[in-house]
């Protein structure tokens, strides 16, 4: 698989490093002349220097036979513009973009970025998960779908405890796909399944149901 | 001083036949010595690595066979090989590193680039990378 990564910082060099032991064919495209010499230098001739926003730059990267395209780039704009042009002008199937900001993940995704990453984000579900307030975590993003994956602790008094699933007002098109209870064998739910306190569901939802699921499963 | 495993890069280029001329007279003061010539051909970005460019192997087959028919001229045998890189230098170098080469030799000429002598990327980054002795071969003739 040949994989194009645009930013050639510490987030970029690790990423080239991990992915190269991984058997891949990686080229990190880097503005910065001496990082560019000091990554081929390290990890032999996987940089070329120049700017990843840039067509020229792009066509003698190979973007046309890139089949990932990932930007790590400590700017927002320039991920987004070094996506839509891999994207749009080499036709590359696969973008995913590093966005700094949370609050420009919908305009990457509404201008056809296929995945983004955003630091700010992953960090906040980290102590989300790690705070008892926080009993609904983000797991994975199904973008193409529409869809997420959740999990969701049901805290000891909540309204849905003791309920079959059934009886409960979930939203639409939700799934409650695995219940993991404290030292029991985790099971997969049916309609008929009761809801005890602590347990852990995992849930796939559409984003904009996730308050529904909230009041259905957490409140009190 | 004794070298028994001489790598020789040939480009093409008129200073290709003193290189393996001079490869070929120093293999012959050891009875155990080879000589390895290699063409790198550099591959683009755009093209997989392993990508059959027939052009540039015919083209390196040619100059892999004129530097057999030189060395057999002297009554040396050459290993030819074609190598494929995204660039040259590091290609040459982990090529002497792979056959536990004891000397680089690449025949060069006076190039001038705007006015200025230059070595180009090449040979600057064989010096400093190389895990061997380097010789320089220069013919005021060529």
Redesign the interface.
Known sequence: M?IIIVGGGRLGYYLTRALLDEGQ?V?VIEKDAGFSQTINAEL??VS?HGDGCEVATL????A??CDIFITVTGDDEDNLVACQLAKHKFNVPRTIARVRNPQHEKVFKKLGIDATVSTTNLILEHIKHELPSHPLMHLLDIQEKGLEVVEVTIPPGSTCVGRQIKELPLPQDSILSLIIRKERKPLVPTESTVIEAEDQIIAVIRPETENELRAALMSD | MEFYRILVPVAGSQADEGAIELACSLAKQQSRSKIFAVHVIPVERSLPLDAEIKPEIGRAEDILGQAEKIAQEMGCVVETDILQAREVGPAIIDEATEREIDLILIGVTYKKHYGQFCLGDVLPYVLENAPCRVLLDHQIDV
Request: glycine share 16%; aromatic share 8%.
């Open positions: 040949y064919e080229l032999g001739s070329l066509e003698a990267a190979g046309n036979r």
